[in-house]
């Protein structure tokens, strides 16, 4: 089974700043993943899915990169309403999740 | 707009049965595989099974085989699961999503999701 490695697990952060979200997957698996927003109580939400395709209605300030085994998330200049978690998941074979990392406001 | 909206869950013992549903609509259906994913109390997200557009493939993560079935009905554009022989480890906020595949992978990922319905498997 493919094993995925999210980091940082929590963050802190202020409005206005830059964030980056790591994901590391124990083998290649090309560009299939995927990137989820999760607020409290409610459901999760894609916001990229092959690594870097902008699901539409996102905001431009979400960004993915990467292909094979290491991939990013940023947010640039973050808003108020971006303090939730954030999962990564791989798609090549089967599935898995990341472990999730909650952006907090600093 | 896309609407997934899930029920059927509920408190139920230990080794009994419940059987989940969405109702999907603002969408063609039968054009879409479609998934289940669970997410336990206070953690990550676990994908369950998958189905098909015409329900003739189905998946499932290793923990439900031979416990869970997954079904759709295209003309009442509903997905289903049936869920039997329950456990604790089952406990979980069950969400319902439309999948779409692109490129070479056989795996869909996860472009809209219900809000999920709570299945606590407790005595």
């Known amino acids: 089974a493919i094993r995925i490695t999210q980091s940082p697990s929590s963050l802190s952060a202020s409005t206005g700043d830059r964030v980056t979200i790591t994901c590391r997957a124990s083998?290649?698996?090309?560009?299939?993943l995927a990137w989820y927003q999760q607020k409290p109580g409610k459901a999760p939400k894609l916001l990229i899915y092959?690594?870097?395709t902008l699901q539409s209605g996102v905001p431009s300030r979400f960004s993915g990169s990467g292909s094979g085994t290491d991939f990013t998330l940023t947010i640039s200049c973050l808003q108020s309403e971006d303090f939730a978690t954030y999962y990564c998941?791989?798609?090549?074979?089967?599935?898995?999740f990341g472990q999730g990392t909650k952006l907090e406001i600093k | 707009e896309v609407q997934l909206v899930e029920s059927g869950g509920g408190l139920v013992q230990p080794g009994g049965s419940l059987r989940l549903s969405c109702a999907a609509s603002?969408?063609?259906?039968?054009?879409?595989?479609m998934s289940w994913v669970r997410q336990a109390p206070g953690k990550g997200l676990e994908w369950v099974a998958n189905?098909?557009?015409?329900?003739?493939?189905?998946y499932y993560v290793d923990s439900v085989k031979g416990r869970f079935t997954i079904s759709r009905d295209n003309a009442k554009n509903s997905l289903y699961l049936q869920m039997n022989s329950l456990r604790a480890e089952d406990t979980a906020v069950y969400y319902c999503?439309?999948?779409?595949?692109?490129?070479?992978?056989?795996?869909?990922?996860?472009?809209?999701w219900g809000q999920g319905t709570l299945v606590t498997v407790s005595s």
């Open positions: 999503a439309r999948a779409r595949r692109v490129g070479a992978t056989i795996f869909p990922y996860f472009d809209y």
């Open positions: 603002g969408f063609t259906f039968s054009s879409y595989w």
């Open positions: 189905i098909k557009q015409d329900g003739s493939e189905k």
């Open positions: 083998q290649g698996i090309s560009s299939y």
């Open positions: 092959a690594a870097s």
């Open positions: 998941q791989q798609y090549y074979s089967w599935y898995t």
